[in-house]
């Protein structure tokens, strides 16, 4: 387990290197102080503030609620529990819908909340978008295939590049956001064998999420793979623990110790001086007879 104190934030340059050096890269989005503390004790290369948290946090059946001051908020909480961590703040819906807009909303990312880098989502049709954020010195990504932003135009959770000309057309959008300057894509709901091409095609590095085990990295929302949000799992999910199931016997636990009078116990209250809790009691009676 790596100490907080020890550990060394990976740099942009390492991510970019990550492509030829053969490293895989572990992402995990988290929401609050918490989570990206654990992920930082966990050794995580890079936390993602992703706009999962409107659902998984705040219970929206989609990514849309989410807005730039919730987004911040949340970013300055896993600034401060994983501090030596590479955070990725993502743009929110309709954050970066113009390039001015992009531009102040990136910003507020970096200068207000702390973060390392940004992610909106889109490629060739974004591309003048993510162009600008890159000149204007932002360290960029990006995030094609499933984009949780346009699901109302695929109709729901589709996988996308299931035919030939679907998988081109997502080649050409990785290419525009490399083209762009941006240091790193996510696929997300690709073919394994479709997400692994591409990525060869590519010269930078590729995280997946429902994408194989071909791209250069992987993330998973940690509420997703820890058990916590449990309303629904993603088949590309795998849960490596159940806090849920956790969480709830111990709370079921002290429902039942506090109806039955055995919490809180000796053990678990702080004493007073036996001298004191004369004086006091004598106190309140002679107050009774005022």
Known sequence: MAHTSERKKRTITEIRDSKTSGEKMVYTSVPDYTSARWAEMAGVDVCVVGDSLAMVAHGHASTIPATMDMMVMHALAVRRGAPNTFTLGCMPYQSYNSVDRALVNATRFM?????????????????????????????????????????????????????AEAAMKILEDALAIEDAGCFMLEFEAVPAAIAEVISQQLEIPTIGIGAGAGTDGQILLSYDLLGVFTDFKPKFTKRY???????????????????EGRFPDEDHSYAVNEAELEKFQGLVERRKQL
Do not use: W
């Open 241 to 259: 623990a159940n806090l849920t199931e956790v969480a709830v016997k111990g709370l079921s636990e002290y429902v039942r110790e506090v109806k």
């Open 111 to 163: 200068q207000e909340a702390g973060c390392d880098a940004v992610k909106p989502q889109g490629g060739k049709s974004q591309a003048h978008i993510l162009r600008a954020l890159v000149d204007a010195g932002i360290p960029t990504a990006s995030h094609i295939g499933l984009t949780p932003h346009t699901i109302a135009m695929f109709g729901g959770f589709k996988i996308q590049g299931r035919t």
